[in-house]
């Protein structure tokens, strides 16, 4: 299949607010994909549990971790939506994450959906678990990096906490991919800037283009997501063919908004080949570093 040669992306700065009815929950998402569609974005990101503003469509006062089970039942009507908007708009979106249940053992799990504008549609688990995903919200930590064929190239996705983990993008990156998307959620600046500046390292370890969203504005009564920090952007290598700093395009901090940016997949293809350095290629595996690893005594 015959790649093309741009690709023009948009990536969320979602503002969380409390919704009253379901109804204004889509219509929120649907102006942001339509928004999309006529600035002619072929891939769309939303960032990781947007979809909890629909917690405040049930009872507030029960504990969260039953709050958060409950918004997992709202797994079909989710797909459904996004399905459609996919396949109306002519689109690829990934559509953040939302809290889903293994209806065998109950267990929680923080998953990202992709969908196609065939209507197909992909999952990719969160595979490591913030602390208060895990000690909170009793999530489970799923299994298994996905990569996802596409009519713009192979792509992966990495969870927010998962961006920090380098070993992912590498395997994504030897894969074939030229593209990581990273839906992320944060509270504070410290834990922004830990998922922005790794998803910036990932870019220049594997020359690969970036696509980070991010949540932004408030739910107080939503434990975990009471505050909300982020500042969406489309991350690139650095090196001369790509932005000055490593930034295709960002937006402004904690506004909502969308950040578009056209990335270039032939400049990924011919930096990975004869760019100032190659990282990627010259990159060793774990088990070549150990094979040679020592330990000299100075003390």
Avoid at 54 to 69: A, F, H, N, S, Y
Wanted: aromatic residues 10%; charged residues 25%; hydrophobic residues 40%.
């Amino acid at each position: 299949m015959s790649l093309p040669q741009r690709v023009r992306v948009a990536t969320a700065q979602y503002f969380i607010r409390p919704v009253a009815t379901w109804q204004q929950f889509e219509d929120q998402v649907a102006a942001l994909v339509g928004s999309a569609k006529d600035y002619k974005v072929r891939l769309m990101v939303f960032p990781e549990y947007f979809t909890t503003q629909l917690l405040t469509l049930g009872d507030i006062q029960k504990p969260i971790e039953e709050q958060v089970r409950l918004l997992a039942r709202q797994e079909e009507r989710f797909v459904e939506m996004f399905r459609k908007l996919a396949s109306k708009h002519g689109l690829y979106i990934v559509a953040g994450s939302l809290p889903t249940m293994d209806e065998g053992d109950e267990r929680l799990f923080n998953e990202s959906y992709i969908f196609g504008p065939s209507g197909k549609h992909g999952v990719q688990p969160k595979l490591h678990m913030t602390r208060w995903e895990r000690e909170e919200w009793k999530v489970s930590a799923g299994r298994g990096l996905r990569i996802f064929e596409t009519e713009m190239g192979r792509l992966a996705i990495t969870i927010c906490y998962d961006v920090e983990f380098p070993e992912l993008a590498r395997e994504a990156a030897r894969n074939g991919c030229f593209m990581l998307i990273c839906p992320s959620c944060t509270d504070d600046r410290q834990g922004f800037l830990r998922v922005r500046y790794c998803a910036q390292a990932r870019c220049i370890e594997n020359t690969m283009y970036v696509v980070h969203s991010c949540t932004v504005g408030s739910l107080p009564q939503i434990p975990a997501v009471s505050l909300n920090y982020g500042q969406a952007s489309i991350l690139t290598p650095s090196d001369f063919p790509f932005a000055r700093d490593g930034i295709l395009a960002e937006g402004n901090i904690n506004t909502e908004m969308l950040v578009i940016g056209e990335l270039n997949l032939d400049t990924i293809a011919e930096a990975r080949e004869r760019g100032t350095v190659l990282p990627l290629r010259d990159s060793q595996t774990t088990a070549e570093v150990m094979a040679r690893l020592e330990f000299i005594e100075l003390c």
